[in-house]
Every structure is written in structure tokens, then in C-alpha cells.
């Protein structure tokens, strides 16, 4: 029960994660977005450090830094596509796909599940086909790019999902501390090789802080729920985080979607609750 409560938190804190670091990154390159918010995450690394204690291991290390490189992209791919197309389509398309990929790789690894999840993996796909039809507020076109990368980012997060529940029990959040200083590390290269301005100012830079700091502190839930509970569930309770995402988006940026992507919407919480059941 105590891991379905960090899992139901995990999409809660995410969700609002997400929203600010795609209103950073409709201000600024989404690579610098993503770069500067993890470094707003450090102290609450160094946080949860101190009073959570665990001990290293380099298997615990080795696959938090794998797991880095995955985070590092999807957080990236995801912002560059909230800064072009809908809150209302990227957030879901990316959830649903962050769902499919641990569930998938736990099928490959611990054979196929019961029928009601096998129907939550059809039900996610008409999902994604549906929610990603058309413009979501009048304004923003969602084209194939903007799916792309939505997909591409929610692929990365699942990955991310997958490889940090096997860094094992008693290390604490040193696999997350491999994976954030694993990430920082790529994305400073990429800034560099891309000659990127690794700076932020103004509305940019109000919005990329909370957006690292609790892109973090869900990571931590995340964790702790991955920990205690079983992959193929976790997983897609945490990747229920659109809800948030949708309902900031509509209430600050008075998004609106339409009646098909609605549809694809309640098709996506169906799947996901049918791969939990």
C-alpha cells in the first residue's frame, strides 16, 4: 500500500514538474531548460542524502547512471515538446508510451500478464492515436514532429522507470545521485557541442527552478515506490502524471481540447488503470 501512495505522488509532482519546465522552455532552449533544472535539484539530492542514508554499491551506481542518460534525454525530448505543441497531447502520448515500455520489458522478463492488461496495452494505444489527432488549443498544430517527440520522450522515461528499480534495496539515493550527476554530465557536453547558452533569466528562470527541484523529489518517490512494489504496477500509477500536467495547462493557459482527444484521454486512464488491475 506505502509503495501505491509514493507512486500516486510520484505522478502528482511530475505532472507539475512537467508543466513548469514546459513553460520554461516556450522562453528558452529546452537543452538549457533541462540542464539548469537538474541543477536546481542538488539540494534536494543533498537532502535526501543526509536523512536517507544507504550505502553504495557499484551495481546501485552502474545503474543509476545508465539511467541518467535515459533521464537526461527524455526530460529534454519532453520539453522541447511541450514548447511546441499542446500541453493537452504531449503530456498523455508521453505517459502512456512511460507506461508501455516497463510493461512490456516485465512481459519479456516475467512472461505475459492477466487479459485486463493485456487490454490496458490495446486500450493505450488507441490512446495515443486519438489524443495526438489534431491541434489541442486552436493555436499550437500537433504534427508528426511534435508526436515524435513526445513518443521518443516517453520511450526515454520508461527506460529510466526500468533500469532504476533494479539498482536494489539498502543504497539509499545514491542510484539517483549517479543518474543526476550522470545527466548534468551529458548535458553540459551537449550545450557545449551544440553551443548552447547555458543561461536563464526572467519568467524562464522562475519556472526552471521548481521545475528541477520537483522533477526531483519525484524521482526520490519514485524510487522508494519502485523499491517496496512491483514494476509492472508502479510504473503506470506513476505515469498517470498528465492529469496534473492537463489540469495546470487549462487552468493557467486555458488550453482546450477537442472532443476526440478527450476520447483519447479517457482511453488512456482505462489502459492505465486496466494494466494495474
Known sequence: MLSL????????VWGTADFCGGKASQRAAALAVAVLSRLAGLPVLALGLIFLGGAPTTAALGWGAVAGLFGMSGVTLLYRALAAGSMTVVAPVTAVTSALVPFLIGIALDGAPGTAAMVGAACAIGAIALVSAGPGDG?????????????????????FMTLLSRAGDGVGLWPLAASQLTGLGVGWLLLWRTRTA?????TALRWAVPAGALDFAANIAYLLAARDGVLSVVAPIASLYPATTILLALAIDRERIRPLQLAGLVLAATALVLVVV
Open 5 to 12: 501512495l509514493f507512486a500516486l505522488t510520484t505522478a502528482i
Open 139 to 159: 493555436h499550437k498544430p500537433i504534427g508528426p514532429a511534435v508526436v515524435g517527440l513526445a513518443l521518443a520522450a516517453g520511450a526515454s522515461f520508461g527506460l
Open 198 to 202: 547555458a543561461r536563464l533569466t526572467g
